[in-house]
């Protein structure tokens, strides 16, 4: 019988104190992530399977309250969400734009075999093929090629927003 085991897979953090993870240009009231901070993580757990569970270990120098945590995993996590949603939202644009490539392709290549049974000149009708198959390719680019970027960057950020995060204390090395 097979066993069914999850690997545990951790990434880290080092902060000083815990508002050093927050952008310089935070306020008390409205806390961003750093931005490289958020780009350490990311990048953290680009190496990480999918189907582990993960952690994020955040080290820090000194002592903090549980509500400082708290608004820190909330941080983090907020970071990531938007992230996550504009390229959700980015995909959708590339799904339209890509569709609507692929409905002008079509059209001139109706065109294309309307102007060939027309009999029209040769030239014309080489043109309207190489701009048929242009549109065509670029369908294929934005519908494939880009989506499936942003599909992998949106994994990667999932594996993130999924992850368990745990503050290690008096860490100092």
Do not use: H
């Not at 000194?62 to 939202?89: A, G, H, Q």
């Not at 109706?110 to 000149?121: D, I, Q």
């Amino acid at each position: 019988m097979k066993e069914n085991t999850q690997l545990n897979e951790t990434a880290s953090i080092k902060f000083g104190k815990i508002d050093d993870a927050y952008s310089k240009f935070s306020t008390s009231t409205n806390k961003v992530l750093d931005e490289s901070a958020g780009e350490y993580i990311y990048e953290s757990f680009k190496d990480l399977q999918n189907k582990s569970n993960k952690t994020l270990e955040i080290y820090l120098d000194e002592s903090c309250s549980e509500e400082e945590k708290e608004e820190c995993k909330n941080v983090i996590k907020r970071y990531f969400s938007n992230d996550y949603n504009d390229y959700k939202e980015e995909n959708l644009k590339l799904t339209i734009v890509s569709l609507t490539l692929l409905i002008i392709g079509i059209v001139f290549v109706g065109l294309l075999v309307l102007l060939e049974s027309l009999n029209v000149p040769y030239a014309i009708t080489i043109i309207m093929e190489i701009i048929a198959w242009v549109f065509v390719w670029e369908f294929v680019d934005v519908f494939v090629f880009l989506r499936f970027t942003n599909r992998i960057k949106m994994r990667r950020i999932k594996k993130v927003l999924d992850a368990e995060i745990i503050f290690k204390e008096n860490f100092i090395k």
